[in-house]
């Protein structure tokens, strides 16, 4: 496995330029770029005085809300301290030693199952197809390689791809995992941007589907930590008993229900992130031998032209106090793709100067 990099190190970057957080512009973590909503602040000067309580371990007002929104029940969930946390807890609380990754995708499944003994195989999406997800090859290999796996790891929408799966294979995929007893964990991190491709609701169909969802990137909110596991109840529980308590904060949980129940910074994300994602597209693909691929996130996959590795552009960018994800250290991908996240149109037409620019030395 390849020593990965995440994006959104802003603090090792500032460090190295010499600068403040503050003074650079992330575009390498897919964060909503209009900064957590005017109810979450809100929400977090009320819950201070909670401060001095242990959170509540249930965490029963999210549960709660979030089994309203959904027609599961609260037994359905177990929220986590950033969905990494449940992601981690998952291969030890399943015993799973045997995963089938669809890829080339977040590097974590891969961590998380290492980390608990096991190991991983890979099936990768091509590049010759715009990094269509493989779900025949991955159906096939399940088929054919009958006890080889006991877990298929899945994101959707694809980080770094920002490529979904339909619902309609995603359905065809659980149907015949579950008949073998496979795990299919679904990573639902960014489904926001595709709710129509969500399996949230099937959970409660299929008992070996999980489905993993995080506050951090829609509601701007990574630094709280928050996330949440929705299953079948045996299979939460079974999660649960291994997360160490009081491992949700009073501020994180305060502010995750506070953005659920914000429309209208849904909508006004929705919005912009659409026409940025089309107009950003548009005008990165003019610049001549860049290559973009098609993306439903809020986030593009860049192919560089053949001279220029990811590590030198994205050097040259922070430079410019700019940062963006260098994907070359990812399973699947090479040493030109770069990954930017869809931010305002400001910001984005810095990031289009500042690559202009950055190809020309
Ligand atoms: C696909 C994917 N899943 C999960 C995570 C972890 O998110 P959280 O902040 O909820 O732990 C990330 C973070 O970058 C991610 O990109």
């Known amino acids: 496995m390849k020593e990965d990099i995440h994006g959104g190190n802003l603090y090792r970057a500032a460090r190295e330029r010499g600068c403040r957080p503050s003074d650079l512009v992330d575009f390498s973590a897919s964060i909503n770029p209009l900064g957590p909503s005017l109810s979450v602040l809100r929400a977090l000067r009320k819950s201070q005085w909670m401060l001095r309580h242990y959170p509540d371990p249930e965490a029963h007002d ?63 999406a091509s590049r010759a197809d715009d990094y269509r997800p493989p779900i025949e090859e991955a159906l096939d290999l399940m088929r054919t390689g009958k006890g080889r796996f006991d877990t298929v790891f899945l994101c959707n929408p694809n980080n770094p791809t920002g490529r979904v799966i339909g619902k ?12 073998g007893h496979i795990w299919t964990i679904v990573d639902e991190s960014f489904i926001e941007f595709a709710p129509e491709h969500s399996m949230l609701q099937e959970v409660s169909k299929h008992p070996r589907l999980l489905v993993l969802r995080s506050f951090t990137k829609f509601y701007a909110i990574p630094g709280l930590r928050i996330g949440y596991l929705a299953g079948q109840p045996d299979v939460v529980e079974q999660v649960r008993r291994r997360q160490p308590p009081w491992s949700v904060n009073v501020l994180a ?5 506070a953005g659920l129940k914000d429309t209208a910074y849904r ?20 610049i001549p031998d860049l290559q973009v691929f098609p993306s439903e ?60 620019a950055a190809l020309h030395g």
Request: proline content about 3%; aromatic content about 4%; glycine content about 6%.
């Open 168 to 179: 309609g294979d995603l359905l065809k995929l659980v149907a015949a995992l579950g008949d």
């Open 253 to 257: 949980q305060a502010a995750a229900l």
């Open 297 to 356: 996130a809020n986030f593009l996959l860049i192919e560089l032209p053949a001279s220029l590795r990811a590590s030198d552009v994205a050097e040259r960018l922070r430079d410019r106090g700019l940062l963006v994800r260098d994907c070359s250290t990812i399973a699947g991908l090479t040493e030109r793709m770069v990954r930017v996240a869809i931010r305002t149109p400001r910001e984005n037409d810095l990031l289009l100067r500042a690559i202009e």
């Open 62 to 124: 999210l549960v709660q809300a979030l089994s309203r929104r959904s027609g599961l029940t609260p037994a359905h969930y177990l929220i986590g301290n950033g969905s990494m946390e449940l992601l981690y807890l998952l291969p030890i609380a399943l015993s799973i030693t045997k995963a089938l990754i669809i890829g080339p995708t977040f590097s974590e499944y891969e961590r998380a199952v290492h980390r608990a003994g096991g190991h991983c195989t890979h099936v990768s």
């Open 267 to 286: 909508k006004k994300t929705l919005a912009l992130i659409s026409d940025e994602r089309t107009r950003l597209g548009r005008a990165l693909r003019e």
